[in-house]
């Protein structure tokens, strides 16, 4: 039994909450999570995940199922539009480094729901409400009462002992934490189309970044139903553009040849499964924790795709604290020092890698500047051409890194 009356309040079941209900789960904390839609989310988002989170994810049962209808990347490449292929990494070269040396693709939509069934098999602890929306939240030095609608509009509140935000980029909880989203919105949004054309028998590996000034992009495989697996291709529309005539099928194919204009696909037009356009931010929040609250996820920070770090550092959000509010729960530990290392491991790491990582991708991709995009490309060239330097690449690419300064910070 914990020293503390009421549960651990989770906001959301998105990857971050899950991860950390089951997490907690698994540890006999009790725990409330909310999900304010009636079921897990089946839009398509992100779905690469690096070789750390796949580590994280392992004790909680749930990489080994990840990997059955997952699709290993072991290389990605950097491909200029016009000339092919510029630099290709192989994620071998970190063999030595984690037992996980590549890429694993899989759609977000498809781990909610082996998160979810780990949790029912596994945490009798976690009881998880859908359709039940949080409307407001309080803190004070008890714990937190939260204000939800239930299945039925119901306005209900309860208490929590300690208050997770995994609430999403719009968080209720870090609005009525007053806590600010510091950063910026691009003034483009990204249109992402799936296609069932196989870009692989083209060489063009499961992830991979093509630069050019006008026309950039961003290609990435996913399992889908089942091989082959459909093909994303993500691209800039421009800020004026009208998002229903950019999603026009002729105007999806023409720039999707355009895109692919070098290469010999040997078709008329693109099988198209899906086709969406979103909104791409930078922020971060001010701070991660409150006295009784924390943040964690896209309600914590949110990033360009460009290197899918978005998600990853969501889960590695998630593992973090649940390993710090076990020892409160159980051992004891004094909460205040547990918070602020969270806040110090989490928030520095993510400016500093994530932030500046996946704002230098677009702007390498994007590089209007000829002699300043050939110095970029030129510099990737050699540091693929170079195993010690590939590696090196590779450790802050694939979020090993960042992981373990984070761990190194007590
Ligand atoms: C369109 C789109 C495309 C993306 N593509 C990529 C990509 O290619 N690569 C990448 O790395 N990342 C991508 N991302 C980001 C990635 O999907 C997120 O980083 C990830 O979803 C974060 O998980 P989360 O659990 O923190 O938040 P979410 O997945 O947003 O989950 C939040 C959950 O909280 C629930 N919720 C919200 N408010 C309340 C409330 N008041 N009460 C109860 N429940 C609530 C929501 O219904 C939702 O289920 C994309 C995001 C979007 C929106």
Known sequence: ???????????????????????????????????????????????????PTLEMLEPLGVTERMHVTGIKVPQWQIRDRVEGVV????????????????????????????????????????????????????????????????????????????????????SVVRRDLGIAFEGFTWPERFLVASTTYDLGRHGITGAGYIADPEHWAAVFKVPDVGPPGLWRIAYAIPPEADEAVELEDANIQAKLFTIFEHVPLGIERFELKYASVYRVHQRVAARFV????????????????????????????????????????????DPAPLLDLYDRQRRPINIKAVQAMSIRNKRLLEERDPKVRAERLQELRDIAADPARAKAYLMNTSMINSVREAAAIQ
């Not at 949110?302 to 290197?307: K, M």
């Not at 998600?311 to 004891?332: C, F, M, P, T």
């Open 1 to 51: 039994m914990g020293r503390y009356r009421d549960p651990v309040v989770i906001v959301g079941a998105g990857p971050t909450g899950l991860t950390l209900a089951l997490s907690l789960g698994l540890a006999a904390v009790p725990v409330l999570l909310f999900e304010a839609e009636p079921a897990l989310a089946h839009d398509l988002r992100a779905g690469s995940y690096h070789p």
């Open 290 to 333: 409150g006295r009784r609250t924390m943040l964690g996820g896209d309600a914590a920070h949110i990033n360009n795709p460009l290197g899918g770090m978005g998600l990853n550092g969501s889960i590695h959000d998630a593992v973090n604290i649940a390993e710090k509010l076990v020892r409160i729960w159980h051992d004891g530990a």
């Open 87 to 170: 630099a290709e990494f192989d994620l071998g070269l970190l063999k030595d480094e984690t037992p996980y040396p590549y890429r694993l693709h899989l759609e977000q939509h498809r781990l909610t729901p082996i998160l979810l069934d780990r949790i029912r098999e596994s945490a009798p602890s976690v009881e998880v409400r859908f359709g039940c929306a949080v409307r407001r939240v309080a803190e004070d030095e008890d714990g937190a009462t939260v204000w939800f609608t239930d299945a039925a509009g119901t306005l209900q509140e309860c208490r929590a002992s300690w208050l997770f935000a995994a609430d999403g980029a719009r």
